[in-house]
């Protein structure tokens, strides 16, 4: 909910869905689903007799904690605050792109983004990845892709989005491999 800079990804095309799940973005952490559906379709699951049964099925506190995260949401503008700051993002990352020949794309839409490197004898996403753990990031990344994945929180500060872009061309700048052993899972 809101990681793309719009309420739910199918929103950035022309498609109007008859079914919706929500999960972890309802709830904030706290463990809630739903399913939202056009009218018409729920009324055929009602008439036909499905049931449906989970855990947290009519927990009051799961609507409760939804309810406020949805009202939060909306009253502090944190989807159009996300989006602003992922345009940030996604141009820090697009400088870094033209300026190290390492890196081939960036990607993205609000704080969903990627950075794809080009192949390289000794620097990978991996390379990249674990670098930036030594230096205190936790960033995601696709090794059979060569692909880093950033996913922050909408609320991250944008003098922290600096700091990594900042801690990241250092890294693509030496290309070297991490001094340490690890390798990837």
Same mark, same amino acid.
């Not at 909910?1 to 990804?9: A, E, H, I, P, V």
């Not at 993205?108 to 490197?117: D, I, K, S, V």
């Not at 620097?123 to 990249?128: G, Y």
């Given at each position: 909910?809101?990681?793309?800079?719009?309420?739910?990804?199918f /929103?950035?095309?022309?498609? /109007?869905p008859?079914?919706? $799940?929500?999960?972890?973005?309802?709830?904030?952490?706290? *463990?809630?689903?739903?399913?939202?559906?056009?009218? &018409?379709? $729920?009324?055929?699951?009602?008439?036909?007799?499905?049931?449906?049964?989970?855990?947290?099925?009519?927990?009051?506190?799961?609507?409760?904690?939804?309810k406020?995260?949805?009202?939060?949401? /909306?009253?502090?503008?944190?989807?159009?605050?996300?989006? &602003?700051?992922?345009?940030?993002?996604?141009?820090g990352? @697009? =400088?870094?792109?033209?300026?190290?020949?390492? $890196?081939? &794309?960036?990607?993205? +839409?609000?704080?969903?983004?990627?950075? &794809?490197?080009? *192949?390289h004898e000794?620097?990978?996403?991996?390379?990249?990845?674990?670098?930036?753990?030594? +230096?205190?990031?936790?960033v995601g990344?696709?090794?059979?892709?060569?692909?880093? =994945?950033?996913? *922050? $929180?909408?609320?991250? @500060?944008?003098?922290?989005?600096?700091?990594l872009?900042?801690?990241?061309?250092?890294?693509?700048?030496?290309?070297? /491999?991490?001094?340490?052993?690890?390798?990837p899972?």
């Open positions: 909910m809101g990681r793309t800079g719009k309420w739910f990804g /929103q950035h095309y022309d498609i /109007q008859d079914i919706v $799940a929500l999960g972890k973005g309802l709830g904030n952490g706290y *463990p809630v689903s739903a399913a939202a559906m056009r009218g &018409e379709i $729920a009324e055929k699951l009602e008439a036909s007799g499905f049931r449906y049964a989970q855990s947290h099925q009519n927990d009051p506190l799961g609507c409760a904690v939804t406020e995260v949805i009202a939060v949401l /909306q009253e502090e503008n944190w989807i159009e605050r996300g989006n &602003e700051k992922g345009r940030h993002f996604l141009e990352l @697009e =400088r870094l792109v033209e300026k190290y020949e390492i $890196a081939k &794309e960036a990607r993205g +839409r609000g704080m969903l983004l990627a950075l &794809e490197f080009n *192949p000794s620097f990978t996403a991996s390379t990249a990845y674990f670098d930036l753990f030594e +230096r205190g990031f936790l990344y696709y090794p059979t892709g060569n692909i880093l =994945r950033f996913d *922050p $929180a909408l609320t991250i @500060e944008e003098e922290d989005i600096g700091l872009l900042e801690n990241l061309g250092q890294i693509m700048k030496s290309g070297n /491999q991490p001094d340490h052993d690890w390798r899972l």
